[in-house]
């Protein structure tokens, strides 16, 4: 599968680049991951909207949705010859976020829950409640075919089970939005805490992305590498990275 990061700031866009948002491809299929603010402009660099075959969505605060009425709009308005209607994958413990998500002809909400084991494409997705004040899921996407493996852990602050859910992952992209010295956060990961995750799950590669605008982002990534060593590759997050998995 090809990732590619079309935005990765938390919180609000910053400085001429986004919200958390990813374009995972794989065998002609484009999935969106989240669709934080920014992420259309960014996407259109990749990719003309109308092909894009489903969105899945982690949580509905809106770093991670802001870009999705207009994306609705975009197929609406100049769609495509005989264009299917979109589907959007999000969970339906918010009612109201729920039914933004189906535009009648243009895009359906689809209802995951944390059991569900979901076929999207060529990806079977699962799911792990994080820790957040709104209900928000991990997603571990297996692509069927080669058997790679990305977890993203979405918003979350610490949660061991996180290091099981991201187990053996060629890919782990976390949220990891402070430095050393705040742990334990209701809503976000540290630098340390991001690091055991990764080592606990013997990832492959990690990607540390929902930065914060007013920190020293390499001394994030310092903090992270420190605990992985030099095993497990850190990189921070980019807008128009991409890479092969
Ligand atoms: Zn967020
Ligand atoms: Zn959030």
């Given at each position: 599968?090809?990732l ?6 938390g919180?609000?866009?910053?400085n001429g ?5 990813f374009?995972?491809?794989?065998d002609?299929?484009s ?7 920014g ?10 909207p109308?092909?894009?075959?489903a ?11 802001a ?16 264009q299917?209607?979109l589907?959007?994958y999000?969970?339906?413990?918010d ?13 359906e909400?689809?209802g995951?829950?944390?059991t569900?084991?979901v076929t ?16 928000c899921f ?5 692509e069927?075919?080669t ?6 852990t ?11 859910f ?8 976390t ?10 956060h ?5 630098s340390k805490?991001t ?17 914060r605008q007013d ?6 990534k310092e ?13 921070l997050?980019?807008k128009h ?5």
């Amino acid at each position: 599968m090809k990732l590619t990061i079309l935005g990765y700031w938390g919180g609000f866009p910053f400085n001429g680049d986004g919200t958390t948002s990813f374009l995972l491809e794989s065998d002609g299929f484009s999935l969106l991951l989240d669709a934080g603010s920014g992420s259309l402009l960014a996407l259109e660099e990749h990719l003309n909207p109308v092909d894009l075959d489903a969105v899945l969505l982690t949580h509905y605060h809106h770093d991670h949705i802001a870009d999705l009425g207009v994306l609705q709009y975009y197929r609406q308005l100049m769609p495509k010859p005989e264009q299917p209607v979109l589907p959007i994958y999000g969970h339906m413990e918010d009612a109201f976020h729920f039914e933004e998500l189906t535009l009648a002809g243009v895009s359906e909400g689809i209802g995951y829950k944390e059991t569900d084991q979901v076929t999207i494409g060529p990806f079977s997705v699962t799911f792990l409640r994080t820790v957040h004040p709104v209900p928000c899921f991990a997603v571990r996407l297996v692509e069927r075919e080669t058997g790679k493996i990305l977890v993203f852990t979405a918003d979350s602050g610490y949660l061991s089970a996180l290091a099981d859910f991201a187990k053996d992952a060629d890919v782990l992209i976390t949220d990891t939005y402070f430095l050393e010295g705040h742990e334990n956060h209701h809503a976000h990961l540290t630098s340390k805490e991001t690091g055991e995750i990764a080592v606990a799950a013997g990832v492959k590669k990690l990607i540390l992305s929902h930065l914060r605008q007013d920190i020293e982002l390499p001394l994030l990534k310092e903090q992270v590498t420190a605990i992985v060593g030099g095993d497990i590759p850190v990189i921070l997050a980019e807008k128009h990275l991409e890479m092969i998995i």
